[in-house]
């Protein structure tokens, strides 16, 4: 799993396929086609290309729309689970890197939970060290007990993280649904947050439901390449209202990567920019239009690189997507 993908970032280095963290070169590589051409499955209204600027300098990675005010937001996020979770009075340099370089790749959005442990924390710590606040603070209040209760939780997780505010606060799992999503429209109208969503691995209904009915700015789900069940209902329905989508788990915890262990990534691929496996199912979840931002998780600064790599360039389109799952199932 994760000693495949490493050992085919090494010899992909070695033999000069990847060189972290050119990202501009990979843009000039990689081009954006013009409105309507190959790619334009996303919309050109709907996204902005990573790469450069139109004074010929970095912009690294492209951009999505959020439906529900149409602010661009980095198209690769950072999620946390278990791999921040380690003591933070102790320097973490690894993690240190990889903060570092997701946000001078021109990463933004950040997203953790009371549930991973000491994530929050640490992340706090890390931009304080960065002295970094140009971010988007994303996390979850995960309690049963109560209006109060997530109310305390997600006054903590402000102190730990240190943002001003948070721009996404999110009901963790649908955990104490009804208190915790009162509490987080009503902070929304008090400016205390800026959006509000759900997260939820397994009742898909009620995530479906919520969207229709409950003014959900975002939900987090699970999506790969390898499960594509949330392409039935959750990500139409999530067009056709206007919610923004974060996927976890975009790898299924790098057992993606035992599925093309020994292949090479083939031409027509690397012709919108897939240089890696990780950029391949990357790419895939980003050429879906409903999808916002995937959020892998790493504590290891070349997998945040090759990750980042991901949003330079175009997209696939609706064929080429098609392809990539016909790739994955041969």
């Not at 013009?34 to 600027?53: E, K, L, N």
């Not at 939970?113 to 304080?128: F, I």
């Not at 730990?160 to 929304?188: C, I, S, Y």
Request: aromatic share 6%; proline share 6%; charged share 25%.
């Amino acid at each position: 799993m994760q000693a495949s993908r490493r050992q085919f970032l090494l010899g992909a280095a070695a033999a000069g396929a990847i060189t972290t963290p050119s990202l501009a070169a990979r843009a000039a590589a990689d081009p954006q086609p013009p409105a309507g051409g190959p790619g334009a499955a996303v919309g050109s209204q709907d996204s902005v290309a990573g790469g450069q600027d139109a004074a010929g300098g970095a912009r690294a990675i492209g951009r999505k729309r959020i439906p529900a005010t149409g602010e661009l937001l980095p198209m690769i996020g950072l999620g946390t689970s278990r791999t921040f979770n380690v003591d933070p009075s102790k320097e973490q340099a690894a993690q240190l890197e990889v903060m570092r370089r997701f946000l001078d790749l021109g990463g933004s959005l950040i997203d953790s939970s009371p549930m991973y442990g000491q994530a929050e924390a640490l992340c706090g710590k890390l931009l304080q060290q960065l002295e970094r606040k140009d971010l988007f603070y994303a996390t979850k209040v995960w309690t049963d007990k109560g209006r109060e209760a997530g109310i305390a939780q997600m006054k903590e997780s402000q102190r730990l993280m240190g943002p001003e505010r948070f721009d996404l606060m999110q009901v963790h799992n649908l955990t104490g649904l009804k208190e915790q999503l009162a509490t987080l429209k009503a902070w929304k109208v008090e400016g205390r947050i800026r959006y509000l969503g759900v997260t939820e691995m397994r009742d898909y209904a009620t995530v479906e439901k919520l969207m229709k009915e409950d003014g959900l700015d975002f939900i987090q789900i699970p999506y790969s390449l390898g499960s594509r069940k949330v392409e039935e209902r959750i990500l139409p329905t999530a067009l056709d209202n206007g919610v923004a989508v974060l996927v976890m788990r975009p790898f299924e915890a790098g057992r993606l990567f035992k599925a093309f262990e020994g292949r090479e990534i083939p031409q027509w691929a690397q012709e919108f920019g897939c240089h890696s496996w990780a950029q391949f199912m990357l790419k895939f979840l980003l050429g879906h239009p409903a999808v916002t931002c995937p959020i892998p998780a790493t504590s290891k600064p070349h997998h945040l690189s090759d990750n980042m790599a991901a949003g330079v360039g175009r997209l696939p389109n609706a064929d080429e997507r098609q392809r990539m799952v016909a790739l994955l199932e041969s």
